[in-house]
């Protein structure tokens, strides 16, 4: 080739007509009318061009290849920008501590110092044992370790040991993380402070124990008359055993002739705004009837 023209061989597919350049892509066409990727180089030799064909054939994979990385590469900065904010947004919501797989706590965000009543400097370094209320037992923990041993995420609700000797409730999940040979790296917690609903849950607890073991016969009802607690103290007064009278209506515990009074509705709304606005409970005497169908004297609290 030589002068300002190149002379092609008459096989080669017509190129397309843009102007080329040093390592331009051209396409041209192929027997099926379908565009295929050919590279050549331009090398100017004084006033004169050479054409060298340094790639020809299809490079579609390539440029699909190029393409795909492209855009991973995108998605993977999004990625990196947008972890900073999720990072922000989940230690504003949740408490968080990291250990390596000693056990020892190697982060922990403000909400655990909060919570714990401990520094960061007096976390980061010892061992998560600092926290250990007693409070669990051994066939609770063990499960525990079974499973993140296992690589797999645990769920559950853990009494922890603050530095004032208080004790709080986590409802807790523990991640384990892995480095690129398969080992155990670290171990992360995100924790949410239920101290409040497990107090609750204890005193319920408490007061249901002490009602069913009371000897007196104590009775529930809700707005509509339906019994919904029934003790053994009411067993042993009325005869009835409490899968006899749950779910059934109070009256079937007063004769026929003495389901007036202040059992009717009227006197059952005085009786709620004395209650509201005096805030005790008001009691007075009504007769009630045992499974046998003998009367029984009995003193009601509102």
Same mark, same amino acid.
């Given at each position: 080739?030589?002068?300002?023209?190149?002379?092609?061989?008459?096989?080669?597919p017509p190129l397309a007509t843009a102007p080329?350049?040093?390592?331009?892509?051209?396409?041209?066409?192929?027997?099926?009318?379908?565009?295929?990727?050919?590279?050549?180089?331009m090398n100017p030799l004084g006033s004169s061009?050479?054409?060298?064909?340094?790639?020809?054939?299809?490079?579609?994979?390539?440029?699909?290849?190029?393409?795909?990385?492209?855009?991973?590469?995108?998605?993977?900065?999004?990625?990196?920008?947008?972890?900073?904010?999720?990072?922000?947004?989940?230690?504003?919501?949740?408490?968080?501590?990291?250990?390596?797989?000693?056990?020892?706590?190697?982060?922990?965000?403000?909400?655990?110092? &909060?919570?714990?009543?401990?520094?960061?400097?007096?976390?980061?370094?010892?061992?998560?044992?600092?926290?250990?209320?007693?409070?669990?037992?051994?066939?609770?923990?063990?499960?525990?370790?079974?499973?993140?041993?296992?690589?797999?995420?645990?769920?559950?609700?853990?009494?922890?040991?603050?530095?004032?000797?208080?004790?709080?409730?986590?409802?807790?999940?523990?991640?384990?993380?892995?480095? &690129?040979?398969?080992?155990? *790296?670290?171990?992360?917690?995100? *924790?949410?402070?239920?101290?409040?609903?497990?107090?609750?849950?204890?005193?319920?607890?408490?007061?249901?124990?002490?009602?069913?073991?009371?000897?007196?016969?104590?009775?529930?009802?809700?707005?509509?008359?339906?019994?919904?607690?029934?003790?053994?103290?009411?067993?042993?007064?009325?005869?009835?055993?409490?899968?006899?009278?749950?779910?059934?209506?109070?009256?079937?515990?007063?004769?026929?002739?003495?389901?007036?009074?202040?059992?009717?509705?009227?006197?059952?709304?005085?009786?709620?705004?004395?209650?509201?606005?005096?805030? *005790?409970?008001?009691?007075?005497?009504?007769?009630?009837?045992?499974? &046998?169908?003998? &009367?029984?004297?009995?003193?009601?609290?509102?």
């Amino acid at each position: 080739m030589s002068g300002n023209s190149a002379q092609l061989n008459p096989r080669t597919p017509p190129l397309a007509t843009a102007p080329c350049s040093k390592g331009a892509h051209l396409m041209p066409q192929n027997k099926d009318k379908q565009k295929d990727y050919s590279e050549i180089m331009m090398n100017p030799l004084g006033s004169s061009y050479k054409i060298m064909v340094i790639a020809t054939g299809d490079v579609m994979e390539r440029k699909g290849t190029e393409e795909a990385l492209e855009k991973s590469l995108t998605t993977s900065e999004q990625a990196l920008r947008e972890l900073p904010d999720q990072k922000f947004a989940l230690e504003q919501h949740a408490i968080v501590a990291v250990t390596d797989v000693h056990g020892t706590i190697t982060y922990v965000n403000e909400k655990f110092w &909060a919570i714990s009543l401990y520094s960061e400097d007096e976390l980061i370094g010892p061992n998560h044992r600092i926290l250990n209320s007693g409070h669990h037992p051994k066939e609770f923990l063990q499960p525990m370790y079974h499973t993140i041993a296992n690589g797999e995420v645990w769920h559950g609700e853990i009494c922890n040991r603050a530095k004032s000797d208080w004790f709080y409730w986590l409802g807790t999940t523990f991640f384990p993380f892995l480095d &690129a040979y398969g080992k155990f *790296r670290q171990y992360m917690a995100i *924790r949410a402070d239920i101290t409040e609903r497990k107090t609750t849950e204890e005193i319920r607890e408490r007061l249901a124990t002490i009602i069913e073991c009371s000897d007196d016969a104590l009775i529930s009802k809700d707005l509509n008359g339906i019994i919904t607690a029934w003790n053994r103290g009411a067993e042993k007064t009325f005869g009835y055993s409490s899968t006899e009278v749950l779910g059934e209506p109070r009256l079937i515990l007063f004769p026929p002739d003495r389901r007036g009074g202040p059992d009717n509705l009227t006197d059952r709304r005085q009786l709620w705004r004395t209650r509201t606005r005096a805030r *005790r409970i008001q009691t007075f005497p009504l007769c009630a009837k045992s499974r &046998a169908g003998d &009367a029984r004297g009995v003193g009601r609290g509102v």
